[in-house]
């Protein structure tokens, strides 16, 4: 089956910084485009960052614009999220998910367990 696990997660000061990651098995991420997704308690999920598959451009949405860096490492397959200038407004469950193309607001296959993010002020 195919399995995406998020990992790397935490509770970090307001300003610190963590790195998530997406690792993949049963499929190869390089073969779809990646998202990031968010949901805060009492919100909806929404996208904050997408890599294309095939010319490995990214998207962000603006409330993480020059803060977070999506990436990708195919010898791994595993997608990162690198998260700097953490703020309290970002703490979430964060999901990845593959999609047909970055931008979409829907998702190729389910949802899996996420990892916290929270954020001290």
């Known amino acids: 089956q195919v399995q995406l696990v998020e990992s790397g997660g935490g509770l970090v000061q307001s300003g610190g910084s963590l790195r998530l990651s997406c690792a993949a098995s049963?499929?190869?991420?390089?073969?779809?485009?990646i998202a990031w997704f968010r949901q805060a308690p009492g919100k909806k999920r929404e996208a904050v960052a997408c890599i294309s598959s095939s010319d490995a451009s990214t998207k962000y949405v603006d409330s993480v614009e020059g803060r977070f860096t999506i990436s990708r490492d195919n010898a791994k397959n595993t997608v990162y999220l690198q998260m700097n200038s953490l703020k309290p407004e970002d703490t979430a469950v964060y999901y990845c998910?593959?999609?047909?193309?970055?931008?979409?607001?829907?998702?190729?296959?389910?949802w899996g367990q996420g990892t916290q993010v929270t954020v001290s002020s």
């Open positions: 998910a593959k999609q047909i193309r970055c931008g979409q607001t829907i998702i190729l296959g389910s």
């Open positions: 049963g499929l190869a991420l390089d073969d779809y485009p």
